[in-house]
């Protein structure tokens, strides 16, 4: 029952996810939005919505490790296994601008949420200042990037990619763009009540559920979208949008969640998970920097890397595993 209902719910994220793309998209195009607000903030800010609902509805719930682990999972995810397979598929470039913008404003965000895990946890004041920082890296990438051309601005690139499904009509856009958002909300919903019953019954621990399963549910759709643009040679929108995805992870999902609901971070999560994202975010920047380029033996790494950090995330769990066996 509960595989059932947690499958059904990361489905309906999917779905509504790229729903809320295309519509989203869609109606900025209707109203003539600037193709890099729409770059950098319609489709960023959408590309973070299945963490975003998920994490709130998890919140709303009572489940706070749900909710901080779902983040902190897909975060590592994203920058190891998703990161690494589209490298595998295409060596993927990393321009310079993206490793020094994005890449340490990843490194900045890890580091912090890594301090304020080891101080207790996110209150409203962290929040606050999550959301400054977060609001200062927008108007970073807004001035770097003006008047770019396509090639030169991951913002520019992503919207023009995205817009090449472009839907005709505004009502149209609207309806898909309502449907998709009430889609990810349905989906968020099943979602967390498939992972808390999914915990219970297999005896494993809500934060591990919420840093594999959950993880790899809302992570999906960059998946997806990150093979999608590897295979077609578009490189430099993968890069740049699993690096800003994860900074909108840190600076906007996690700030918005601690200024509504303050929470402590669990030990497990404070002392291993958060600081294990840390160091991937801080080894990303040399990865990325060599030759300005992530090639397939670092894409193979990184893969590696996200593979050990399951055994040992099933390692410590020290449960019996769903096929049978125990480690």
Request: charged share 10%; aromatic share 8%.
């Amino acid at each position: 029952m509960a595989h059932g209902i947690l499958i059904a719910g990361l489905l309906l994220v999917l779905a509504g996810s790229e729903l809320a793309m295309r519509g989203g998209v869609g109606l900025a195009r209707a109203f003539d939005v600037p193709a890099l607000f729409t770059g950098v903030l319609v489709i960023a800010l959408l590309t973070v919505a299945p963490e975003l609902f998920v994490t709130f509805r998890a919140v709303t719930m009572q489940r706070p490790e749900l909710a901080l682990s779902a983040v902190i999972g897909s975060t590592i995810l994203n920058l190891t296994f998703v990161l690494g397979l589209g490298a595998l598929v295409q060596p993927m470039a990393s321009p310079p601008k993206v490793v020094f913008r994005d890449g340490l404003a990843l490194a900045i965000g890890a580091l912090g949420l890594a301090g304020c895990a080891l101080a207790g946890g996110l209150n409203r004041a962290v929040g606050a200042g999550a959301l400054v920082l977060f609001g200062l890296y927008i108007v970073i990438v807004f001035i770097s990037d003006w008047r770019r051309a396509p090639e030169h601005s991951v913002g520019l690139a992503r919207a023009i990619y995205r817009s090449r499904n472009e839907i005709p009509s505004e009502m149209a856009s609207l309806l898909v763009l309502v449907v998709g958002l009430v889609l990810l909300a349905l989906g968020a919903h099943l979602g967390v009540w498939g992972a808390r019953e999914l915990a219970g019954e297999l005896g494993w621990s809500e934060t591990t559920i919420g840093l594999i399963v959950l993880a790899a549910g809302i992570s999906a759709p960059k998946l997806f979208t990150t093979l999608y643009v590897a295979v077609r040679g578009d490189t430099i929108i993968a890069v740049g949008a699993l690096l800003t995805g994860a900074v909108f992870n840190l600076g906007l999902v996690l700030g918005l969640v601690a200024l509504v609901r303050p929470m402590a971070i669990p030990a497990v999560l404070a002392w291993r998970d958060v600081l294990i994202l840390a160091g991937i975010a801080l080894l990303l920047l040399p990865l990325l920097a060599m030759r300005w380029r992530l090639s397939r033996p670092r894409g193979i790494l990184l893969i590696l890397a996200y593979g050990c950090y399951l055994g040992f995330l099933l390692w410590r769990q020290g449960l019996p595993l769903p096929w049978g066996f125990s480690l």
